[in-house]
């Protein structure tokens, strides 16, 4: 069975500071990898997508990276800032398969301290 | 453009009765997947539809959960006799099916069962 897993499952930082959030899967025949942000109540932001033919993906103060042979993704935030308070999900797509489903990790609730 | 919507954004119904919540994709997307969040069970797919093709069911808890897309646009996921552990948020995503097939999401829809 696959499954995705995010540590830590909660995390609290300064305002400025950079971190990193973990995302680790079982799937040796990974598709892509999506990284999504989900603020309380509201439905998913895509914001990064890692083909599996790629290392990494950047989008502004974001940075994400994909090794597939340890089993892991890792988003990268620079500069925290409060609107950065979110809950961070990982989602795998399987290579191979009819359906194009994402196997959803856990989550990160961040907070971004003023 | 106009991304993908749900309705309505919050339901409440007394558990034993039938609720329809209804997703329209992305124009020009020919592939969409429903998925639940639940507080216990994080995010799970649901069934998956992909232009004419047969449906996914695999995800759908019990035969109580159907879900129909007509034309190739909208789709309908019913709940029928609903139970209280129905509860959750229910997502409804669109992508392209070539490409990354990066999936965009709606905001939702909040199933409350009494």
């Known amino acids: 069975k696959q499954e995705v897993t995010q540590i830590p499952a909660a995390l609290s930082v300064p305002e400025g500071e950079n971190l990193v959030l973990n995302c680790s899967f079982t799937?040796?025949?990974?598709?892509?990898l999506q990284w999504f942000r989900q603020d309380p109540g509201k439905g998913l932001t895509s914001l990064l997508l890692?083909?599996?033919?790629?290392r990494e993906q950047t989008s502004g103060r974001l940075n994400a990276s994909l090794d597939k042979s340890s089993g892991r993704s890792t988003l990268y935030i620079a500069a925290s800032q409060p609107g950065d308070s979110a809950t961070y999900l990982c989602?795998?797509?399987?290579?191979?398969?009819?359906?194009?489903?994402?196997?959803f990790g856990t989550g990160t609730l961040l907070a971004v301290q003023p | 453009g106009a991304g993908v919507s749900q309705s309505p954004s919050n339901k409440v119904t007394e558990k034993g009765k039938d609720v329809e919540l209804r997703c329209d994709p992305i124009?020009?997307?020919?592939?969409l997947y429903w998925y639940r969040q639940s507080l216990g069970q994080g995010l799970e797919f649901l069934i998956y539809?992909?232009?004419?093709?047969?449906?996914?069911k695999s995800g759908l808890p019990s035969d109580r959960f159907s879900a129909e897309r007509t034309g190739g646009s909208v789709s309908t996921l019913t709940i029928q006799r609903t139970q209280q552990e129905d509860s959750a948020v229910y997502l409804c995503?669109?992508?392209?099916?070539?490409?990354?097939?990066?999936?965009?999401f709606g905001p939702g829809t909040r199933l409350t069962v009494t």
């Open positions: 995503a669109s992508s392209p099916i070539q490409g990354s097939h990066e999936q965009y």
């Open positions: 799937d040796s025949a990974i598709y892509n």
């Open positions: 890692i083909q599996s033919s790629q």
């Open positions: 989602a795998e797509m399987n290579y191979g398969g009819a359906t194009n489903k994402l196997i």
């Open positions: 124009s020009g997307h020919t592939a």
């Open positions: 539809f992909q232009g004419n093709s047969a449906p996914d």
